[in-house]
């Protein structure tokens, strides 16, 4: 049920030529004739025997070919067919034929239409072709796809639960004990922290499974454009610069999971700036000192805080999360900040494995 040809007059060829009739016969495939206006055989060759097991005096009209034709295949195909013979169309079908000990074998069905000089149909030739086993092949392949499709969908289901056991598991346990064992009770800027903390190795395994999917942008510039534009709108309401520094192209790209992580890194340092800095210059620059190596800055003039101080209150979870972030896909993050300069520097070694 293919290609699809117009041809609205053709000669017939001169089938009582011995020759011609030697020739259709040493085919593998079966060669026919139907005569348009009987609807009736007026050739079969006798390959039908061997490939179908069916003498050729059993297949005498076209009723004969329609009754062996799959039921599920049937209606579709002989509609097709009698459209395409009226219109005078070439035309190919593949169908399931049912052979005379009541098997059923793919066939393909290649008919040539032959019209008078006014374009009425007057005859059908063409050739059936056995292709079951290209069908068991094309079975077979499918049923591979099919497999893999489903081993990725498990692996894909594997790898969430251990991310989510060892990431947000083990943050929970830790958040527990520390509750459990304080003794004090929590302040409302800790059990923030505590729920940013949670909702950050949560887009972390959201971000690790959609990974496959993610096309990692073709230039530092493709990447960063919609960030910029973003941000710029939000520091230029508050009356903050902001310099955006970064290369043309990639010496080498950073795959997916690094992609990801670093941008999920700068959306939390732009939102920090805006929220806690009071800064009124920001700087991200983002380079690649060697081929494998990406470096990303990003610096304010903004208030600075003591990190050793934070990080011992619990209020640090913030950091924390990014630091573990970008160790995860082969990185390192520092944080430095003292009154009129906070900087924060991710170091990523690019393909390497999370």
């Known amino acids: 049920m293919l290609e699809v040809r117009p041809r609205l007059r053709t000669l017939e060829p001169d089938t009582g030529n011995r020759l011609y009739q030697t020739l259709l016969e040493s085919t593998l495939a079966i060669p026919f004739k139907i005569d348009w206006a009987s609807q009736k055989y007026s050739y079969i060759g006798p390959q039908i025997a061997d490939l179908l097991g069916w003498s050729?005096?059993?297949w005498e009209t076209v009723n004969d070919w329609a009754e062996r034709i799959h039921p599920d295949e049937r209606?579709?195909?002989?509609?097709?067919?009698?459209?395409?013979?009226?219109?005078?169309?070439?035309?190919?079908?593949?169908y399931r034929a049912l052979t005379s000990d009541n098997r059923f074998v793919w066939v393909r069905e290649v008919v040539h239409v032959l019209c008078d000089e006014q374009g009425q149909t007057t005859a059908l030739i063409g050739f059936t072709f056995d292709?079951?086993?290209?069908?068991?092949?094309?079975?077979?392949?499918?049923?591979?796809?099919?497999?893999?499709?489903?081993?990725?969908r498990?692996?894909?289901?594997?790898?969430?639960?251990?991310?989510?056991?060892?990431?947000?598991?083990g943050e929970l346990v830790h958040m527990i004990a520390s509750v459990e064992q304080g003794s004090e009770a929590l302040t409302r800027?800790?059990?923030?922290s505590m729920l940013k903390l949670i909702r950050n190795d949560l887009r972390q395994?959201?971000?690790n499974n959609a990974s496959a999917q993610v096309r990692v942008p073709a230039t530092p510039q493709e990447w960063l454009a919609p960030l910029r534009r973003r941000f710029n709108d939000l520091f230029e309401a508050l009356g903050i610069r902001c310099d955006w520094q970064f290369p043309q192209s990639w010496s080498?790209?950073?795959?997916?999971?690094?992609?990801?992580?670093?941008?999920?890194?700068?959306?939390?340092?732009?939102?920090?700036?805006?929220?806690?800095?009071?800064?009124?210059?920001?700087?991200?620059?983002?380079?690649?000192?060697?081929?494998?190596?990406?470096?990303?800055?990003?610096e304010d003039d903004g208030v600075g805080f003591d990190v050793q101080a934070v990080e011992a209150s619990g209020l640090g979870v913030g950091m924390r999360s990014m630091a573990v972030r970008i160790a995860r896909v082969g990185?390192?993050?520092?944080?430095?900040?003292?009154?009129?300069?906070?900087?924060?520097?991710?170091?990523?070694?690019?393909?390497?494995?999370?």
Do not use: F, W
Not at 133 to 145: D, G, N, P, T, V
Not at 156 to 169: I, K, M, S, V, W
Not at 275 to 296: D, I, N, T
């Open 252 to 298: 080498q790209p950073p795959n997916a999971l690094q992609y990801l992580a670093l941008t999920r890194l700068i959306e939390e340092a732009l939102t920090n700036v805006i929220k806690h800095s009071q800064a009124r210059h920001v700087r991200l620059s983002l380079r690649q000192p060697q081929a494998q190596e990406l470096l990303l800055e990003i």
């Open 189 to 192: 800027p800790q059990v923030l």
């Open 205 to 207: 395994s959201i971000d």
């Open 75 to 94: 209606e579709q195909t002989v509609s097709r067919c009698v459209e395409l013979c009226l219109a005078g169309v070439d035309h190919e079908a593949e």
């Open 56 to 58: 050729p005096e059993s």
């Open 331 to 354: 990185g390192l993050l520092g944080i430095e900040s003292s009154p009129g300069r906070t900087a924060l520097t991710a170091r990523v070694v690019l393909g390497a494995e999370d």
């Open 154 to 169: 498990l692996q894909e289901r594997l790898r969430l639960t251990h991310d989510l056991h060892d990431g947000l598991g």
């Open 131 to 152: 292709i079951t086993e290209q069908k068991k092949s094309e079975q077979l392949r499918a049923e591979l796809e099919a497999q893999k499709l489903s081993n990725a």
